[in-house]
Nanobody, 120 residues
Framework: VPLQASGGGLVQAGESLGLSCVASGSIFSIRAMGWYRQAPGKQRELVAGISTAGRSNYVDSVKGRFIISRDMTKNMVYLQMNSLKPEDTAVYYC???????????????WGQGTQVTVSS
């Protein structure tokens, strides 16, 4: 399942940035979608996730600043990032847990990543 993320860039601390990601291809059912990030020298971490029921969860460091949303009619997930900090600098990856058919089991697919850089 190809995932295409977009919206990264360079911003100053305190500014906002929005990311979007679309999952294309023949998808039977999406279970959950999310955003991860990986900063240089650090492990990839979950930033935010959202279920098909609309329940969302966030890593503590972004709570109150980031908002994850999705459009299930378009197989898209969004991440609105507000009050950005230099420590938010990372490559951001979207992922989707989905099933390709009634014969399939849920798998996780990843996008290619988009760079977010926050200058102080």
């Amino acid at each position: 399942v190809p995932l295409q993320a977009s919206g990264g860039g360079l911003v100053q601390a305190g500014e906002s940035l929005g990311l979007s990601c679309v999952a294309s291809g023949s998808i039977f059912s999406i279970r959950a979608m999310g955003w991860y990030r990986q900063a240089p020298g650090k492990q990839r971490e979950l930033v935010a996730g959202i279920s098909t029921a609309g329940r969302s969860n966030y890593v503590d460091s972004v709570k109150g600043r980031f908002i994850i949303s999705r459009d299930m009619t378009k197989n898209m997930v969004y991440l609105q990032m507000n009050s950005l900090k230099p420590e938010d600098t990372a490559v951001y990856y979207c992922n989707v847990d989905c099933v390709l058919g009634p014969w399939d089991t849920a798998r996780t697919y990843w996008g290619q990543g988009t760079q977010v850089t926050v200058s102080s």
